[in-house]
């Protein structure tokens, strides 16, 4: 699923609102909040579903989803991908003595007299060298923020197959489910868009085979990645 500048792609039955996370449906739960499907932090925003509702969004937003913000952060900075806020600026903290913010030209680059974070090599390799830091952030956490991303823009007749995944997505579950999941990286060398992304689900077609049953696919700026999801009932 491509989704470019403009698109407004909105997943899921305006007449039948359940919420795929804690499974309430109106009237005991509201579904008056926009729900990304992909975090807005990517630099989604026209990937929605109609199927999370107020208090699941709200609560992703300010756990998991949090803690994939902070942990993306300097790939997103870089990138220059304009999400809920803006552009981030990556600062050093406490002190602030140096900072990478985005420009109208690219990004602006400032450090007091002992900075030390960055390296120029241009006068052989002709590099710039950056040396930052992730934000604070649980990475079972942030494996769980992928398992959120999977789960929203999955078919739903695929769903049954998650039973167990599902019930430990509910926000107040603990974080143990993610202490063995793969999440394949790759940067993407090159002039790529920085506003747009690409989303995915892959599923085996045969039980033969020892590779996990699905995967998801998240691409955004320079950043590709690969996550298995689990799958108890084909795993």
């Known amino acids: 699923?491509?989704?470019?500048?403009?698109d407004w792609i909105v997943l899921g039955d305006k007449h039948n609102r359940r919420?795929?996370?804690?499974?309430?449906?109106k009237p005991e739960a509201t579904f008056r909040t926009d729900a990304h499907a992909i975090p807005e932090c990517t630099g989604n925003?026209?990937?929605?579903?109609?199927?999370?509702?107020?208090?699941?969004n709200r609560a992703f937003g300010q756990g998991c989803e949090n803690?994939?913000?902070?942990?993306?952060?300097?790939?997103?900075?870089?990138?220059?991908?304009n999400g809920k806020d803006g552009i981030p600026s990556i600062k050093?903290?406490?002190?602030?003595?140096?900072?990478?913010?985005?420009?109208p030209t690219g990004l602006r680059v400032s450090e007091d007299a002992t900075?030390?974070?960055?390296?120029?090599?241009?006068?052989?390799?002709?590099?710039?060298?950056?040396?930052?830091?992730?934000?604070?952030h649980r990475p079972a956490a942030v494996a769980k923020a992928f398992f959120k991303m999977a789960i929203s823009v999955m078919p739903?007749?695929?769903?049954p197959n998650f039973g167990e995944l599902m019930g430990w997505m509910k926000p107040d579950s603990s974080l143990y489910m993610a202490a063995s999941t793969p999440v394949l990286h790759t940067f993407l060398g090159g002039a790529w868009p920085n506003d747009a992304l690409r989303a995915a689900i892959f599923t085996r077609n045969s039980?033969?085979?020892?590779?996990?049953?699905?995967?998801?696919?998240?691409s955004f700026g320079n950043e590709m990645f690969q996550v298995s999801i689990p799958c108890a009932k084909k795993d």
Do not use: H
């Open 19 to 25: 919420c795929r996370f804690c499974g309430r449906s």
């Open 207 to 218: 039980d033969e085979g020892a590779v996990p049953y699905c995967f998801f696919v998240l």
């Open 115 to 136: 900075g030390t974070f960055w390296q120029d090599d241009s006068s052989e390799a002709k590099t710039l060298t950056f040396k930052l830091k992730r934000g604070p």
């Open 92 to 103: 050093q903290e406490p002190g602030n003595a140096w900072r990478v913010d985005s420009s």
């Open 1 to 6: 699923m491509d989704v470019a500048p403009g």
């Open 67 to 81: 803690d994939f913000g902070n942990w993306s952060l300097p790939a997103r900075t870089m990138a220059r991908i």
């Open 45 to 56: 925003k026209g990937l929605l579903t109609l199927y999370e509702c107020d208090d699941c």
């Open 156 to 159: 739903e007749e695929e769903l």
